[in-house]
């Protein structure tokens, strides 16, 4: 089975941009939809992004999400970062089982 | 409203076994197949297992195959994951998620609350 790289966190100040991206090990990013998960300390996990870049009604079009086959990885990109996207974020993708990525926390300055 | 809520969790010792149940409602259950997920403290999320609609399909972590099964009775709604020969890294808070489609594996739109077990001596 393939495994899903990370970066541990990312930091970054209210207003700003920031990128995650989430690296497939083995095959292509591209044969399999890839989602997006936040997990809030105490709450369960919610999608922000799924089969690569749809967003769910509910989530603010801040959150968006593409794959790169150059780089095999699949991206979420959050801009005008606001205190409450402080989380962890999960990408999470399959080839007969489900996968998912190491995580990243991401802290809100 | 699609909910899902988890039961079963608890304190088990090592090598013990435990049946976590998943109560679904809000949708139709048998159109969508349905997925076990866990956090272990202080660690990331981690696929289980997973059921296609009508049960006749089921996949495994190699964390757990052999040890648990995932089962469901589409008459009550309800997912199963009976978890035997328990051991500590097993300790975990075990969410219930529902797939976007019918097979095992793929996207998860809803997830409960999660049932914490705890394998312990």
């Known amino acids: 089975n393939f495994m899903l790289t990370q970066p541990h966190s990312v930091s970054e100040s209210p207003g700003k941009t920031i990128t995650i991206s989430c690296t497939r090990s083995s095959g292509s990013i591209a044969t399999n939809y890839v989602q997006w998960y936040q997990l809030r300390p105490g709450s369960s996990p919610t999608t922000v992004i799924y089969e690569d870049n749809q967003r769910p009604s509910g989530v603010p079009d801040r959150f968006s999400g593409s794959i790169d086959s150059s780089s095999n990885s699949a991206s979420l990109t959050i801009s005008g970062l606001r205190p409450e996207d402080e989380a962890d974020y999960y990408c999470q993708s399959y080839d007969g089982t489900n996968v998912f990525g190491t995580g990243t926390k991401v802290t809100v300055l | 409203e699609v909910q899902l809520v988890e039961s079963g969790g608890g304190v088990v010792r090592p090598g013990g076994s435990l049946r976590l149940s998943c109560e679904a409602s809000?949708?139709?259950?048998?159109?969508?197949?349905m997925t076990w997920v866990r956090q272990a403290p202080g660690k990331g999320l981690e696929w289980v297992s997973g059921?296609?609609?009508?049960?006749?399909?089921?996949a495994y972590a190699d964390s757990v195959k052999g040890r648990f099964t995932i089962s469901r009775d589409n008459g009550k709604n309800s997912l199963y994951l009976q978890m035997s020969s328990l051991r500590a890294e097993d300790t975990a808070l075990y969410y219930c998620?529902?797939?976007?489609?019918?097979?095992?594996?793929?996207?998860?739109?809803?997830w409960g609350q999660g049932t914490l077990v705890t394998v312990s001596s």
């Open positions: 998620a529902r797939g976007k489609r019918p097979g095992h594996s793929g996207s998860l739109d809803y």
């Open positions: 809000g949708f139709t259950f048998d159109d969508y197949g």
């Open positions: 059921i296609n609609w009508n049960g006749g399909d089921t």
